[in-house]
Nanobody
């Protein structure tokens, strides 16, 4: 069993930055692909970014490429999402996800979800 706890959300102005963190429980963190998805009001949850176990494979949705960076620190059981040049359309609840493979996170069916953290970007 893996528990995921996100932090780092908040309210920032457009053009600003935030760094989200997701702390995972369990001794097998390094065996999981980790990622982030988001859900805006009235919309379906959508994939944002994911990184494979070991970090060899990284994937981003097109709308965040060049602005967001996913990273992980296996010694701290933590995955991060650095978000720069934030836009109002980035406003959403951001969810951390864990799965065996990056594709499973991209498909929206990971083994584990966090509870979410709210990110609000003002124009």
């Amino acid at each position: 069993q893996v528990q995921l706890v996100e932090s780092g959300g908040g309210l920032v102005q457009a053009g600003g930055s935030l760094r989200l963190s997701c702390a995972a429980s369990g001794r097998t963190f390094n065996t999981y692909a980790m990622g982030w998805s988001r859900q805006a009001p009235g919309k379906e949850r959508e994939f944002v970014a994911a990184m494979s176990s070991g970090g060899a494979l990284i994937s981003y949705t097109d709308s965040v490429k060049g602005r967001f960076t996913i990273s992980r620190d296996d010694s701290k059981n933590t995955v991060y999402l650095q978000m720069n040049i934030l836009k109002p359309e980035d406003t959403a609840v951001y969810y951390c996800a864990a799965a065996q493979f990056v594709q499973i996170i991209k498909d929206g069916v990971p083994d584990y979800w966090g509870q979410g953290t709210q990110v609000t970007i003002s124009s």
